[in-house]
């Protein structure tokens, strides 16, 4: 009976490369892999900024609108007080058309909302992140003081019409509306154009304020010939 003997081990930096080979080779594959997911996660947090982006030059139309228009928005406040204390006195007073004024449009933050629920915005780095996180989280503020503003420029629509026909709860009420409005314009425009401002320093797109619109809510106040 032959009996076979084991062969003699490699010698130790045989074995010792062998090892090494198999290690080089893990890492490797682990850094590909890697390598892979940041190509992938890079792309990805480009597709999501430029979509962000858009979104916020949407947001950014109407902040660059209300920058512009809060001057003539004050003004026409002004003017219908000016008609709201001239009632009060039982003076005469104008007969008042449609006097809401353009005040903006919808404010968008749907597709910030979908990149978070997507964890996308973690692989964004950590100053661009808190940047957006702050320009959105203003989005929300001043949706807020746009809520208020429309109520206050609800009550202040009893004035179409004849204002003369108002008594004094109406006047009452009238003229806390007013500080209400003057109120939210003040504090909505320097949101705005803080909003500006940090769109600008995250590169996303600032365009001028529409001049037609501009134009429009900047009209004297709308007076009709109605006895």
């Not at 973690?122 to 959105?136: N, Q, R, S, V």
């Not at 629509?157 to 109406?170: E, T």
Request: net charge negative; glycine share 8%.
């Amino acid at each position: 009976m032959h009996i076979h003997m084991p062969k003699a081990l490699h010698s130790l930096r045989e074995a010792m490369g062998e090892i090494a080979i198999v290690v080089v080779g893990i890492v490797i594959a682990i850094a590909l892999e890697q390598g892979v997911e940041q190509l992938h996660w890079a792309s990805e947090v480009g597709k999501a900024r430029a979509s962000l982006h858009s979104e916020m030059a949407h947001d950014n139309r109407s902040f660059a609108f209300r920058v512009a228009a809060e001057p003539c928005i004050g003004r026409r406040l002004d003017e219908l007080e000016q008609v709201i204390e001239a009632s009060a006195r039982h003076e005469p007073v104008p007969h008042l058309g449609r006097l809401i004024p353009d005040i903006g449009n919808a404010l968008n933050d749907n597709i910030w909302q979908d990149h978070r629920a997507a964890q996308t915005l973690t692989h964004f780095k950590d100053d661009e992140l808190d940047g957006l996180g702050a320009y959105y989280m203003q989005v929300g503020s001043i949706r807020g003081f746009i809520g208020e503003e429309v109520q206050a420029w609800g009550v202040l629509r009893v004035l179409q019409g004849d204002p003369a026909r108002l008594g004094p709860a109406d006047i009452a009420g009238l003229r806390v509306a007013i500080q209400h409005a003057r109120f939210d314009n003040f504090i909505i425009a320097g949101i705005a154009k803080d909003q500006l401002d940090a769109a600008r320093s995250l590169g996303a797109p600032v365009r001028p304020a529409d001049a037609a619109r501009v134009a429009e809510v900047c009209a004297p106040l709308p007076v009709t010939t109605t006895p």
